[in-house]
Nanobody, 126 residues
Framework: QLQLVESGGGLVHPGGSQRLSCTAS????????IGWFRQAPGKEREGVAC????????KFADFVKGRFTISRDNAKKTVTLQMNNLKSEDTATYYC???????????????????WGQGTQVTVSS
């Protein structure tokens, strides 16, 4: 059974950094693209970043470009979201999700991701 578990959330000051991890189990990890999403109270869930199954292709939402990076380790079945220069508007619950792909460089559309983890809360506040 496909399972994703997020970790690394917490309280961080504006301008600070936080690293989130997504750990996978129960499926052939290297055949899936992995995405990070977030949802703030009263707002819809939005795509933040995703990485192709090989790790060679990445995509970022405009509001995190230049601040966030995403990487994966297929041997450890983990995906890391490194968040720098955090802003108060980055406060949200962050989720990872998976999308099967046939090619190792392909980046799915945000709506193609599923099998959500339980989420980890990130709060950016002074």
């Amino acid at each position: 059974q496909l399972q994703l578990v997020e970790s690394g959330g917490g309280l961080v000051h504006p301008g600070g950094s936080q690293r989130l991890s997504c750990t996978a189990s129960g499926f052939t990890f290297e055949h899936y693209a992995i995405g990070w999403f977030r949802q703030a109270p009263g707002k819809e869930r939005e795509g933040v970043a995703c990485v192709s199954s090989s790790g060679g292709s990445t995509k970022f939402a405009d509001f995190v470009k230049g601040r966030f990076t995403i990487s994966r380790d297929n041997a450890k079945k983990t995906v890391t979201l490194q968040m720098n220069n955090l802003k108060s508007e980055d406060t949200a619950t962050y989720y990872c999700a998976a999308a099967p792909t046939n090619t190792d460089w392909y980046l799915p559309q945000w709506g193609d991701f599923g099998s959500w983890g339980q989420g980890t809360q990130v709060t950016v506040s002074s």
